[in-house]
T-cell receptor, first 116, second 110 residues
């Protein structure tokens, strides 16, 4: 069953603009994660979003470029700022949902971003 | 985290078992082996994980060698819907920093 909803599913944006991606979870979770998947590449963790604290960014990613909000335990947003064509990627959110004997991380379907 | 090595691609026949190998020769004692897959245009999906014992669930079986330096994911009866990129990840339990490598592109053919 679907537990993560990401919006928008895809978008085409002009360079220099910003796009905010939303991630809604149907359960309260402590940690939410944002990944980037560049064309033909594997996934790279951008940052970890904890409710009530600043997001923790991985090497190579900065808050000015990828500001993240986490207003409550079921929702987070990732903004891609001042976009360039190099930002064209799929952006995915992920959460740690323990259900039954699952211990894996659950991913949203992603937001396919094209910057022109 | 230990680096894993997987073949870049493999084909298998529909209805047959698919055996996906993964090498993790530098795996640490506290690192589990996780398998995820990513079907085209979807987010990754958790399949199974294990530490040192073989594991089975409704999706697949995981066979880990006694020395833990390699493992095999087995899809018992592959279907066309199993066509995906399969990722083998060695990670401490509940370490959220999953390191996705290139994975194996599995194509199931009718």
């Amino acid at each position: 069953s679907a537990v993560i909803s990401q919006k928008p599913s895809r978008d085409i944006c002009q360079r220099g603009t910003s796009l905010t991606i939303q991630c809604q979870v149907d359960s309260q979770v402590t940690m939410m994660f944002w990944y980037r998947q560049q064309p033909g590449q594997s996934l790279t963790l951008i940052a970890t979003a904890n409710q009530g604290s600043e997001a923790t960014y991985e090497s190579g990613f900065v808050i000015d470029k990828f500001p993240i909000s986490r207003p409550n335990l079921t929702f987070s947003t990732l903004t891609v700022s001042n976009m360039s064509p190099e930002d064209s990627s799929i952006y995915l959110c992920s959460v740690d949902l323990v259900r039954g004997r699952y211990y894996g991380y659950t991913f949203g379907s992603g937001t396919r971003l094209t910057v022109v | 985290d230990a680096k894993t090595t997987q073949p870049p691609s493999m084909d298998c026949a529909e209805g047959r078992a698919a055996n996906l190998p993964c090498n993790h020769s530098t795996i640490s004692g506290n690192e589990y082996v996780y398998w995820y897959r990513q079907i085209h245009s979807q987010g990754p999906q958790y399949i199974i994980h294990g530490l040192k014992n073989n594991e089975t669930n409704e999706m697949a079986s995981l066979i880990i060698t006694e020395d833990r330096k390699s493992s095999t994911l087995i899809l018992p009866h592959a279907t066309l819907r199993d066509t995906a990129v399969y990722y083998c990840i060695a990670n401490p339990f509940n370490d959220y920093k999953l390191s996705f490598g290139a994975g194996t592109t599995v194509t199931v053919r009718a």
